[in-house]
C-alpha cells in the first residue's frame, strides 16, 4: 500500500533526540514509549541505517536515557520488525530488500482493506467523530511553513499516522489496528529510500477524503472506489522503491 509511504520529510533525514532522565528504579511506561518512539522514528528514516550494530551505551547516550528503557524499547521494535536481535551479539537494524518490502506490501494490501471493511459494519459514533477530526488535521497542516521549518515534519508524521490508525479503528479489533499499525512502520521505512521522490500531497489530501467520506457514509461501494485510488496513487512511488532495491 504505498499511499502509507507518502511522508514528507526532511532531506536531511534528522530527528532530535529525546532527552528524559531515566527513573532510578526501572521505567515508566512514557519513557519506554517516548525512547521507543525515537529509535523507531530513526531506524525508519534511516538516521539508523539498515543493518547497524544496536549499542545499548551508545543509544542511551543518544537518546538521554539509562538502561531499561533502551532495553524494553528495543524488545517492542523487535516485535515490530524494525530491530533483529542476535543470540550473544545483541541487537541490529533489521535489513532492508525487495523481498521484505514484497512482503509487508502483500500483507497490509490485505489487512488494510478489511479492516476498513469491518469499519462499515462496527465503527460507532464516537469513532466517526475521532476520524473527521483526524482527518481535518491532516488537511489542515501547513506544508509551505514547513518548507521554512522542516522540524515541523515531525508534526505531520503524528497527524499522518493518527489517522491511518483511527481509519482502521473503526474495525473493534485491537489485534488488527496493532497489525496493520506494525505493517505501516515497515512499509515508511522504503519510502526514505527514495527522499527524491516528491508526495502529492492535494492527492493525499483528497484520497483521504473519499476514503473517510465512504466510511461515515457505510457505503462499500464508494469505499472500494476510494480505496482503488489511493493504492493506485502510490504506484509511481512504488515503481522507484522497487527500482532503488532492484538497483
Known amino acids: 500500500m504505498a499511499g502509507f509511504a507518502t511522508i514528507r520529510m526532511d532531506r536531511g533525514g534528522s ?9 532510578a528504579d526501572g521505567a515508566s511506561a512514557s519513557l519506554i514509549a517516548k525512547t521507543q518512539d525515537a529509535i523507531r522514528r530513526d531506524i525508519i528514516r534511516h538516521v539508523l541505517a539498515p543493518g547497524e550494530r544496536l549499542k545499548i551505551q551508545s543509544l542511551m547516550e543518544r537518546y538521554g536515557v539509562g538502561l531499561s528503557p533502551v532495553r524494553e524499547a528495543l524488545a517492542l521494535i523487535c516485535g515490530a520488525g524494525l530491530v533483529i536481535r542476535e543470540d550473544r551479539r545483541g541487537f541490529r537494524v533489521a535489513p532492508v530488500s525487495l523481498a521484505d518490502y514484497n512482503d509487508a506490501q502483500l500483507v497490509i494490501g490485505r489487512l488494510w482493506p478489511f479492516a476498513l471493511r469491518l469499519g462499515i459494519a462496527n465503527g460507532d459514533q464516537a469513532w466517526e467523530q475521532r476520524l473527521v477530526l483526524t482527518l481535518y488535521r491532516t488537511l489542515n497542516f501547513d506544508w509551505s511553513r514547513a518548507e521554512r521549518e522542516p522540524r515541523l515534519y515531525d508534526e505531520w508524521d503524528e497527524r499522518f499516522r493518527a489517522l491511518q490508525r483511527e481509519l482502521v479503528a473503526g474495525s473493534g479489533s485491537p489485534t488488527l489496528v496493532a497489525l496493520v499499525d506494525t505493517l505501516i512502520d515497515r512499509v515508511e521505512r522504503y ?33 472500494d472506489l476510494a480505496m482503488r485510488n489511493y493504492v493506485a496513487g502510490g504506484r509511481a512511488l512504488r515503481e522507484a522503491i522497487e527500482s532503488r532495491l532492484g538497483a
Open 15 to 23: 530527528r532530535e533526540a529525546v532527552a528524559t532522565d531515566a527513573p
Open 191 to 223: 519510502r526514505w529510500l527514495v527522499p527524491e521522490a516528491e508526495a502529492d500531497t492535494a492527492l493525499d489530501d483528497r484520497n483521504h477524503r473519499a476514503l473517510v467520506d465512504a466510511l461515515i457514509a457505510k457505503d462499500s461501494d464508494k469505499l
